[in-house]
């Protein structure tokens, strides 16, 4: 039994303005509705998560709540506990969800305050054909960390994780998928939400995808380009309550295999940022909302 998550299922939000965001995330960014309950709104994309993201209304302000990672059994879920416990974070024991999906798991706080769960499970969806212009899943959620040595030694020694990439500031970690990296950590001064990647079917749906959000008043704030590790193709924005997101595609698909590398291996040539050359850089819009998103504080129960 490989002790290890498999994925990010899910984020939470804390929205000020619930409905107009889930008005933006349904007929902009394109993913479909599936949920409601007691104020919060359920979305999902073309893959077989139940819901990919959910929205909570905060009147005092927003907020990230929680990442969800997705496990294969409860013999895992279980496990993971006992490691989580025993790095000393504050938990829940592992027990039937009530919340939307269902499911069996827990929540937690990892050593740096962020509000984590792990679940397997969840009423998840027969149905996960692409769909054209439409994000599958959360491709990847990039997390400021104030410690990014800690933060990366607990998501390697507790949750499973494998680093396979450092590049400039980021750390890139490989879970039990084939995606080259489902979690990035960058050293900032607080533990704060870089932003999240939403996964498109290929990089028309990008082009498309940043096409519709320019129409709609969003500008992109980095990008079109392709990153050098992950290969993926990459346009940035601030959505609604500037909430930092990511549409993306081709992410490199590794497995145990995959070697290691470094900073001087990902150097781009003065001048280039990506592997095309061809975008301007990130605007100081985009520099500023990459620190802006703190957890919620105590929503580590679920």
Not at 36 to 48: E, K
Not at 122 to 151: E, G, Q, S, Y
Not at 254 to 268: L, Q, T
Request: proline share 6%; hydrophobic share 40%.
């Amino acid at each position: 039994m490989k002790l290890t998550v498999r994925a990010v299922r899910s984020v939470d939000i804390d929205m000020s303005q619930p409905e107009r965001a889930a008005a933006f995330y349904k007929t902009i960014w394109n993913l479909a509705e599936v949920e409601r309950r007691d104020g919060s709104i359920y979305l999902r994309g073309t893959g077989r998560f139940h819901h990919i993201l959910a929205i909570h209304p905060a009147p005092s302000g927003f907020a990230i709540r929680r990442l969800t990672f997705d496990a294969a059994s409860k013999d895992i879920v279980n496990a993971l506990h006992r490691k989580v416990v025993a790095a000393g974070c504050k938990s829940d024991a592992p027990h039937a969800i009530a919340t939307a999906g269902g499911g069996y798991g827990f929540g937690f706080a990892d050593p740096e305050g962020r509000n984590l769960a792990v679940v397997c499970d969840v009423k998840d969806h027969a149905d996960a054909a692409d769909v054209r212009d439409r994000p599958r899943k959360i491709a990847h959620v990039n997390l400021n960390a104030a410690d990014v040595a800690k933060t990366n030694a607990f998501f390697e020694s507790v949750l499973g994780f494998r680093r396979v990439d450092h590049s400039g500031p980021l750390h890139f970690l490989h879970c039990d998928i084939a995606d080259h990296s489902s979690i990035v950590t960058g050293q900032t001064a607080t533990p704060t939400l870089n932003h999240v990647s939403f996964e498109m079917p290929d990089s028309e749906s990008v082009m498309r995808g940043a096409g519709r959000m320019r129409d709609a008043g969003y500008p992109i704030e980095w990008g079109v380009g392709r990153h050098g590790a992950g290969n993926n193709v990459f346009a940035y924005f601030a959505g609604p309550e500037e909430f930092p997101i990511e549409y993306t595609s081709d992410v490199m698909q590794i497995d145990d295999s995959y070697e290691f590398h470094g900073p001087e291996y990902w150097k781009w040539p003065p001048g280039r940022l990506d592997q095309w050359g061809v975008t301007p850089p990130h605007t100081q819009r985009w520099k500023r909302i990459q620190d802006m998103y703190l957890f919620a504080q105590g929503q580590w129960k679920i």
